[in-house]
């Protein structure tokens, strides 16, 4: 294989001249058989309808709506929903779509085939972000224009509808939720509330709100405990004198003793211990100031005895005779003996019976304030305790209640999203431009694909002529000679051909001129037989590929 060395244009010339036939050929078949088909393929048609994304007709602040979802997500969710296998099947059937195709088609080539069909390209305004959809064009490609519309008219009403039905539904799986999840907070609620009630009954007292309370209670019942066991101890004083007193005073008061001494009568009185009767009320007297203040009753009425006893003395003679004379009987008279019970010894002893129940009184207060007071302790120690447990349980009810009322708004609020997409409210789709009838074809670009055609034979050409020149041995310059061989050329002769070489290398030509168009021309030939024979499965083939 020799070197190919292209050094001007004259040598790019030289080889088109060469292999103008090798490149001609191919040239010039791929661009007929491209025209044949391009020319022989069906139209195909576009219908073409506007779905425009409203927005929510109610501020957004006012009424928040239940689906935050991006449009742009929105939308492709949508179109997997729409464009899934069973809607797709759905839409074949009723359509009764590709059924004039020769080739034999399943079920899940006829929804490929329609899917492939199907073009959802979303529209953003200049304003707005790539991510928010303002609308889409929803379009069908068919080799039937009436078809096309009919087929893009039932996938826009698909759109529409699984948008509203998703809407809808997700509102109610919403609505649901919110509604279970208030009614397990609200028995959480009921729960804790009853809780709360037990407690405070059963520490009705030892709450920290009465602490104030207990104490100044505390404070009047260790008071009342402080007075009742003062007024016990007074009390008890009392009733010791009292009982040593009575245990000093005889029960009966005196004895008189009426004498008749010449015809006279005195009466005198004797005490049970021989003491004068004025003698024993003074000793009493002065037994009660030890203990009382003159302006005790018992004080003033020893006091008014012993006057009484002592004008009765300086009223009867010989009163100032001793007790012993007294007793001594005297010649000439006669005695009568009359005895009384002592009333100071019965008020003693009503006072003493006096005292002893109100004592009992007394201790009876003194027990009750003592128990009020260890109650009250009691409470006032428990109060701590009870003040942390209160603080537990109120913390969870006010948690409850927060998550209550949270729940409670965002299902009310749920509602009122739900009420705005059933009233239409809400963002939703609209079509704007119903699918028309399509008048001219979009498909196939005959011209774009003849050019295509003519580009790639002469590029075929082209590579076959420069892989020819590269597997020619032949030497056809002066440096295909010096290059190899490093010898200079001294002399060039050029080529004598007689008449006869003449005319066979001329005949030669035609002969191969001849041969290169029968060739062509049954290449061409076989070819057109092939694509009219099966042309029908070869379009519909193209058809499903997409490529048209």
Known sequence: MKKLKIEGPQDVFDIVKRRKWLMCVPFLMITVLVMLVAYNLPNIYQS??????????????????????????????????????SNLGTVVNDFNLYSDFRIHLTQDDKILALRNAVRVEPGTSQRETTTKVSYFKLSY?????????????????????????????????????????????????TEAENKERIFRQANLYALPEQAERNTRMLEIYQAKEKSATEALDRSE?????????????????????????GGETVQEGITE???????????????????????HPDVRAAANRVRQLEMTRRDVPGATASATDRRLPAPRSTSLVEVKVNPIYGKLKDQITELESEIQLRRK????????????????????????????????????????NKLRNMLNEAKMASNMDARQKGESFRIQDPASLP????????????????????????????LREFFDEKIRTRAEIEGPLGLPVLVEIPEILNQRELNLKRMKKVLAFSFSIVLFVGIVGVAVQLFFRNYQIIVEYVILSGLV
């Open 237 to 261: 004083t009392r009733i010791q004198n009292l009982k040593r007193i009575l245990s000093e005073t005889p029960e009966y008061l005196d004895s008189k003793v009426t004498k008749v001494i």
């Open 439 to 466: 008048a001219t074809p979009i498909k196939p670009r005959r011209i774009i694909y003849i050019l295509i055609g003519a580009l790639f034979g002469l590029g075929l050409g082209i590579l076959l002529a420069v």
């Open 365 to 404: 207060e003194r027990e009750t304030a003592k128990t009020d007071v260890a109650t009250f302790e009691r409470y006032i120690g428990a109060t701590p305790q009870a003040g942390m447990e209160l603080a537990v349980i109120t913390r969870d009810l006010s948690s409850l209640r927060d998550r209550y």
């Open 273 to 295: 211990r021989g003491e004068d009767e004025l003698t024993a009320a003074q000793r009493n007297l002065a037994q009660m100031r030890a203990r009382y203040t003159e302006k």
């Open 48 to 85: 073409e309808t506007m779905i425009i994304v409203e927005e929510q007709k109610i501020p957004s602040n006012m009424v928040a709506p239940l689906d935050n979802v991006d449009t742009m997500d929105r939308l492709n969710t949508l179109s997997q929903q729409i464009l899934s296998r």
């Open 141 to 189: 490609e068919s080799r039937d224009r009436f078809m096309a519309m009919k087929v893009t008219n039932r996938l826009a009403q698909l759109f529409m509808e699984y948008d509203y039905k998703a809407r809808m539904q997700k509102n109610i799986q919403t609505i649901a939720f919110f509604t279970s999840e208030a009614a397990a907070v609200e028995a959480m609620l």
